[in-house]
């Protein structure tokens, strides 16, 4: 059970519902926007943030998607984020076998970008930073704007994973869940 309880769209502040309003039913019930509705200034801010990382981004969906699941993997207690966000890697086109092998460290299955993402993401999380080596590895295949993208996905979704872990954000039953639209999680960017 979470530790604090969900807050229902029909009773969450105008604020909330006018931003819950932009998706569909079965979104907007989800778990973490009912936590997240108690931060009922922040909410609006926070969920266009990161749909503006999710649709406004140079950074490949998938790169993006990997990284996700890697800040999940480095987070105990975070299987909320891993159960949102594996449907939403294998929509844009990760492979199952990439997805298992973002939660151990054989990472043989993944290629030389989703590598380096990986353990760009690995040492942002673990060590605040990534060292020399991989961060001239970074900035010779991605553009600046594509780090800084990645970055900020990488906060944002530790904020996610860390709420989860905390909060002890239940999952959701899911037997009724339509199909992952991968056009809403940015699939028109190139891989």
């Given amino acids: 059970m979470a530790r604090l309880p969900y807050l229902p769209y029909d009773d969450a502040p105008e604020p909330v519902r006018e931003v819950l309003d932009g998706y569909p039913p079965h979104i907007r019930s989800r778990h973490i926007f009912g936590i997240l509705s108690h931060a009922h200034e922040a909410f609006g801010p926070m969920i266009r943030y990161g749909r503006a990382l999710v649709t406004q981004s140079e950074l490949p969906a998938q790169l993006r998607e990997i990284a996700i699941l890697r800040v999940s993997h480095l987070t105990p207690g975070s299987q909320y984020l891993w159960v949102e966000h594996a449907p939403v890697a294998r929509a844009l086109g990760v492979a199952q076998e990439q997805i298992d092998a973002l ?33 001239d590895e970074m900035t010779a295949r991605f553009s600046p704007r594509q780090i800084i993208e ?13 709420i989860h872990a905390t909060v002890r954000v239940e999952l959701e039953d ?8 991968a056009a809403f999680f940015g699939a028109t960017k190139p891989a």
């Fill in 103 to 135: 939660a151990s460290d054989d990472l043989a299955a993944l290629g030389a970008d989703e590598r380096l993402v990986t353990r760009f993401t690995d040492q942002v999380v673990v060590n605040a930073a990534p060292d020399d080596a991989t961060w």
């Fill in 174 to 181: 899911d037997e009724q869940r339509p199909p992952i639209d």
């Fill in 150 to 162: 990645l970055m900020l996905s990488i906060g944002h979704f530790m904020t996610f994973s860390r």
